[in-house]
């Protein structure tokens, strides 16, 4: 259970704050509701591109970090899909330093061009390592284009391709500075050490005088539905053959995510899960296997990703797993097994909140979704799951004919 | 209304003082240590058992690992199956860290199942049967995996330089490698077991929340086990590095290179452990230090570049790693070097050592933040026969140490010519 309070700043800021008195540290958490579903087709990889260039100064500070560092305080960020997220932590008393930081590259950037020519360098070398100089490491590249066809998902955060962001320009980032990074487009969240009456004062203070921005349609392309099997076969120099399949799934928002997240746990959580037990323990066609949720705004994926025993053959393997599917398609679960898996969540929220960083991130996270105090109720979400709806939504979802499989071959040079 | 003045930097207040929750220690009836950290609001239990089972203590390559992961595939009383199905309904998971100083096993469980899940662990200690028809799987499985893994050159580039560092029959220097899955017999496991893990011959840590029922389920559960508690040694050998300090592995078809540069250095114990960790900060060992300010923030040849110093056993080493585009490998190292130069010719700024020093000042507080950090930093204490006077010594060195002594500390010990240089891709 977090507690928190909630206010909202006559220029849209969201600010959320949790007093934990039992750390001598402060968590900053502002997110912005941008993503790689919200770049040109033709410019992709730009939403995390952009994250970089925030490090590079702010119209009245020249250096992000070092000021920060001088109070004792450490940073980062990411960007996916939906959302660019950036987090600071700092020793309780010298919180107004991160508000001073955050309201000012919120304000507006330096927008120097040394800035942007190293940082489209350290991208490129940021995909090359992610991606292209490591065993699989394409996959993603591949399978999401197989999987959609006209949503924005059917890009990679990183991008495309290199080339987009060889050819970013200033003009680029100050568009997307100008529409995106407004306070009405963002979340602000505090935990820790702190109290509520001053850290409002501080939000006040640094992010009230921002001027708001218009509020932002998003008009995204629905993904139309799937009606028949997707395949592609790729081969590079891996040790071993792997098989990746995805299925159409419903949005983080919607209710039924949450007996996807089961089902896939059951397909993979733990050593005793169905997947470890039957595809790599007992049959022996897989080395290695697992199930997760993309966790998308919009709707997203559940995918299998195996990697398959020397000497198996790719086919065999793939209808291993198909069976394993099935039998979730077909018949119900046991209430224990369900259990199970209820009590994993249980756990697994609990275990998750142990950090003011992580309290911070879930709260700005779940008000995007809709509202802050959901952090609260996922326990009852899972407990809700019931054996029914599983078998339902697993017959709906994991038809063949919704989903797309990447045959992944070696090929030893 | 006053104008905010947006250049002006908010006052940064004098660090507070660092309170580091100390670990309250009781030995049970049979002899067996354990040490409690009793802190925060949510019913969560970390329990880690640390053992001096690593592989300075074992009679053949991988032993000493291959027991620690394949633990939990079965006993003489629960199968491979049964054990995690026990755990996993009751939301428990447990780690297995097999690293080659001090293996421990960790159980991270709700307080309230305690006493479901705890007895499983006690049961892999007493009862490990090591059945051959799991092994066969573990085994095949590891070797996949290992295969997989040093297809990536940032993986064996960190393998080779231990290698280089310590010689290739050195317990901290030898790159597994798949035969040697195959080579451990079920006998070794089981022998290595019954010398180490059958009579608990380790240190128990329990951080979280820690009630009198908690602890009377532990009691229950191990008071009663015969054990035999050895003295700490983690003697090290000496290591025997390669003669050519320099190598390069010739990788095809990559667009980055990983490059390792590594000396040799000592352990935790000696004097200059401490400050050298303040020389390292400054040199690769945060976001704005001289490598990642030259290498990444102005040259853009990297995603990132880091150096740090780790501990293994008596012995350690000072390590620099970075994955680079194959066309700057050359100029990398060139820049490397040069930091190494700059750091021995120039004194560094005061301004910057501050920064340093309020940087580390920061860590240490984020590093006890919640019972599982506070039981970590005393983990690393317990590993190398230290106790908590060592934190007071960090915390003053960091307050005082001088640019002067930083530029002293880099001639000693940031010198070219004591670096094992490795290039694992291509030299560009």
């Given at each position: 259970m977090i507690l928190f309070e909630k206010h909202i700043l006559s220029n849209g800021l969201r600010v959320i704050i949790h007093e934990d008195r039992s750390t001598p540290i402060a968590a900053m958490n502002i997110l912005y509701d941008v993503g790689a579903r919200d770049e040109d087709p033709d410019k992709t990889g730009f939403a995390h591109l952009f994250e970089h260039l925030m490090f590079g100064g702010s119209v009245n500070i020249p250096n992000y970090d070092e000021p920060l560092q001088n109070a004792g305080g450490e940073n980062n960020a990411f960007t996916n899909n939906d959302i660019t997220n950036y987090y600071l932590t700092l020793p309780a008393q010298n919180l107004e330093t991160g508000f001073w930081l955050e309201s000012d590259r919120m304000l507006s950037l330096a927008f120097s061009k040394k800035s942007l020519d190293v940082q489209r360098n350290v991208v490129i070398e940021e995909f090359r390592q992610r991606y292209l100089n490591q065993p699989y490491g394409d996959v993603w590249l591949k399978l999401k284009p197989l999987a959609y066809k006209v949503h924005p998902y059917l890009w990679n955060t990183i991008g495309k391709e290199i080339s987009h962001i060889e050819n970013a320009t200033m003009d680029d980032v100050k568009a997307f500075f100008a529409k995106h990074y407004k306070p009405n487009n963002a979340i602000l969240s505090v935990a820790g050490n702190v109290k509520t009456d001053e850290v409002l004062k501080l939000a006040e203070k640094w992010f009230g005088p921002i001027p708001g921005g218009e509020k932002k349609e998003r008009k995204l392309p629905a993904e139309p539905p799937q009606t028949e099997e997707r395949k592609l076969e790729t081969s590079a120099d891996v040790p071993y053959d792997a098989i990746y399949k995805a299925w159409h799934i419903c949005g983080r928002k919607d209710a039924d995510y949450y007996t996807f997240d089961v089902i896939s746990d059951l397909l993979s959580r733990g050593r005793s899960s169905r997947l470890y037990e039957g595809l790599v323990k007992n049959k022996k066609l897989f080395s290695e296997i697992n199930a997760y949720l993309s966790g998308d705004d919009d709707p997203g994926l559940l995918v299998i990703a195996g990697k398959v025993s020397e000497g198996v053959d790719i086919k065999k393997a793939e209808s291993g797993i198909a069976e394993e599917v099935n039998k979730l398609r077909s018949s119900v679960v046991n209430e224990k097994e369900l259990q199970k898996i209820k009590n994993n969540m249980e756990a697994s929220l609990v275990f998750s909140e142990m950090s003011v960083e992580g309290k911070a991130l879930n709260l700005a996270f779940f008000e995007l979704m809709g509202d802050a105090e959901d952090v609260n109720r996922e326990a009852e979400k899972y407990q809700a799951v019931s054996i029914e709806t599983v078998k339902d939504l697993a017959e709906k979802n994991l038809a063949d004919t919704n989903c797309s499989t990447l045959y992944y071959h070696t090929k030893k040079t | 209304m006053q104008t905010l003045d947006r250049t002006k930097e908010p006052e940064v207040k004098p660090f507070p003082d660092i309170n580091i929750q100390e670990a309250e220690h009781i030995t049970l009836a049979n002899g067996l240590p354990v040490h409690i950290i009793n802190s925060g609001t949510q019913d969560v239990l970390k329990v880690e058992f640390l053992f001096q089972a690593g592989a300075l203590k074992q009679p053949a390559r991988l032993v000493a690992a291959m027991t620690i992961e394949a633990i939990g595939e079965g006993t003489e009383k629960l199968s491979a199956k049964e054990i995690s199905e026990k755990l996993d309904f009751y939301g428990a998971s447990l780690k297995k860290d097999s690293s080659r100083d001090t293996p421990a096993l960790v159980l991270y469980t709700l307080g309230k199942h305690l006493d479901k899940t705890l007895p499983v662990v006690k049961d892999m200690f007493l009862n490990?049967?090591?059945?051959e028809n799991e092994l066969k799987t573990y085994r095949e499985n590891s070797k996949q995996r290992l295969i997989s893994n040093e297809k990536k050159v940032s993986t064996l580039a960190s393998k080779l330089i231990y290698e280089m560092l310590y010689g290739k029959d050195h317990p901290f220097g030898y790159r597994v490698i798949p035969e040697d899955f195959d080579n451990v017999t079920r006998e070794q496991l089981i022998n290595y077991h019954r010398a180490h893990y059958m009579n608990i011959d380790c240190n128990v840590i329990i951080s979280g929340k820690v009630t009198d029922e908690v602890m009377n389920i532990v009691r229950q559960e191990f008071e009663n086990i015969p054990a035999k508690i050895s003295a700490f040694d983690n003697t090290t050998p000496p290591p025997q590095p390669v003669k050519e300090k320099k190598k390069v592995v010739e990788v095809q078809d990559v667009v980055q290179s990983a490059i390792k540069l590594a000396r040799p250095l000592f352990s935790k114990k000696h004097p200059d452990y401490i400050p050298l960790q303040v020389l390292n900060t400054v040199f690769g060992g945060y976001f704005g230090s001289r490598l990642m300010n030259n290498i990444r923030e102005d040259k853009g040849y990297t995603y990132g570049i880091g150096s740090g110093l780790i501990a293994l056993g008596t012995t350690g080493i000072w390590s620099i790693g970075s994955e680079v585009g194959v066309e700057v490998t050359q100029a990398t190292l060139k820049e490397i070097y040069l930091e190494m130069k700059r750091l021995r010719e120039e004194p560094v700024a005061q301004e910057e050592l501050d920064t340093v020093k309020s940087y580390m000042l920061g860590a240490f507080l984020k590093d006890v933040d919640g019972p599982f950090a506070i039981a970590e930093k005393y983990i690393s204490l317990l590993k190398y026969g230290l106790d908590y006077s060592y934190y007071q010594r960090w915390i003053k060195t960091v307050k005082s140490i001088t640019p002067a002594e930083i530029q002293a500390l880099a001639n000693k010990y940031l010198v070219e010519e004591d670096f094992y240089e490795l290039v694992v891709g291509k030299m560009g």
């Open positions: - | 490990a049967s090591y059945p």
